[in-house]
């Protein structure tokens, strides 16, 4: 019986509250796709959100930007464009607050 085959990200984004955690959780999806858990193709990014206790609402529009802004440069455009996104599928987890426990992240669990 065939396996039922996911869906193919363009873009993984996950937000982060701290800017510290930016790098740990990039370098996270980055092992993640070299061990073929995530496709040669995906776009991975790990953001910090705009400002302290932004909220979901205005981490997601932040995120969204970055992708567009990363998916128009990949694509050649030398601005901005909202069209890059009409094809594309976007994953986005909000990694949220830290918690003392909990060695890599809810989104990793």
């Given amino acids: 019986m065939e396996q039922p085959k996911g869906v193919d990200w363009t ?3 996950l937000t982060c ?3 510290d ?4 959780f990039q370098r ?3 092992v993640r796709q070299k ?3 995530i496709p040669a193709g995906t776009l991975l990014l790990a953001v910090e ?3 302290k206790r932004v909220g979901s609402g205005g981490a997601t ?3 969204l930007l970055v992708a567009a802004e990363h998916l128009s440069a990949r694509a050649g455009f030398t601005v901005v464009t909202s069209d890059v996104l009409h094809s594309a599928w976007i994953l986005i987890l909000h990694m949220g607050r830290d918690f003392p426990f909990d060695d890599c992240g809810r989104a990793f669990t």
Avoid: F, H
């Fill in 11 to 13: 873009v993984i984004i």
């Fill in 17 to 19: 509250q701290y800017k």
């Fill in 21 to 24: 955690s930016v790098q740990v």
């Fill in 28 to 30: 996270e999806l980055e």
């Fill in 35 to 37: 061990r073929e858990q």
């Fill in 49 to 51: 959100d705009p400002e």
């Fill in 61 to 63: 529009l932040n995120a």
